[in-house]
């Protein structure tokens, strides 16, 4: 009973780590980028409007690199959200047995892999397509979309099966009272009430493809490759842009810049991860009055 108090303070400690590590780095990023924030930050010289609207080309900026980065979010939960969410809803409520045991080991399997196999598969696709049925085959904003969608799929897999498996029994036996086939009472029951669980991994994929660098240096992003023109076209990101400012900088404020695009890069994130949750209760809401 002594010790109570003192493992209630450590708990507590614990608990405050993570909100000081994300505060202290919030400050180091503003404290080396303060001078570069503002507008030159994201256009350079160009003019703000004619640079968001691509008419106007932006050299000395980050927007190109933020547009990019969206894109290959959006590519990437594209890939990975439905078809993680049927795969874990298949682990969960369909396979058995070893057919079960085999899928969620594979899933692990790709979840241990590292980013830079990803990249390779993409690259090795590539290089596969300009032998075979496609000899204009080229790196793409398509191309690393969907090999991050890969990259993050055992994430989506994993959060729905293992938060449909962790649901009562009792709500198990609702949709047979109701008279609901079993794919009704997955669609009306299951999903809404596993809708929270479900949308930590959407949360968790979205991060983890805004930030790999390794996939997309190997599937094509270049630097100062203006806005994404076409899915078939090269791109530029912030992480990637972010590397090339670390390993060439030529100055003091080139590295300013890299800072402020590390700040920028996490204030995206934030921002993505407020509009899954955002999304979430929205879907919550639909599936309950649908239900």
């Known amino acids: 009973m002594n010790r109570q108090p003192g493992f209630t303070l450590f708990c507590r400690l614990c608990a405050a780590l993570p909100v000081l590590l994300v505060a202290g780095l919030l400050v180091f990023l503003w404290l080396q980028s303060r001078h570069a924030l503002g507008p030159a930050l994201f256009f350079g010289d160009a003019d703000p409007v004619k640079a968001i609207l691509g008419l106007a080309p932006v050299w000395d900026g980050i927007w190109p690199a933020c547009a990019g980065t969206l894109c290959l ?61 496609a000899p204009e085959a080229n790196a793409s904003l398509l191309l690393s979309g969907v090999c991050l969608g890969l990259l993050v799929l055992p994430y989506m897999v994993n959060a729905t099966a293992t938060t449909l498996a962790a649901l009562p029994a009792d709500l198990r036996l609702l949709g047979p009272a109701l008279g609901l086939t079993r794919w009704q009472a997955i669609r009306h029951i299951l999903l809404p009430s596993a809708g929270r669980g479900i949308m930590s991994g959407v949360v968790l994929s979205i991060g983890r493809a805004a930030e790999d660098t390794a996939v997309i240096m190997l599937t094509g992003v270049v630097a100062n490759a203006g806005l ?40 995206l994130t934030t921002v993505l991860f407020l509009a899954a949750g955002t999304l979430h209760r929205t879907m919550e809401n639909r599936w309950r009055k649908g239900a």
């Open 228 to 267: 994404p023109r076409s899915l078939f076209g090269v791109y530029e990101a912030l992480p990637f842009h972010i590397y090339t400012a670390a390993a060439e900088y030529r100055g003091p404020e080139d590295l300013e810049r890299g800072f402020g695009a590390a700040l920028v890069l996490l204030a």
């Open 73 to 133: 979010v959006a590519l990437a939960g594209l890939t990975a959200v439905p078809l993680g969410i049927l795969c874990g809803i298949h682990l969960s409520e369909y396979a058995t047995g070893r057919s079960a045991r085999v899928l969620s080991l594979l899933v692990d399997i790709l979840a241990g892999a590292p980013s830079i196999i990803m990249g390779l598969f993409g690259f090795a696709l590539i290089l596969y397509l300009r032998h075979s049925i």
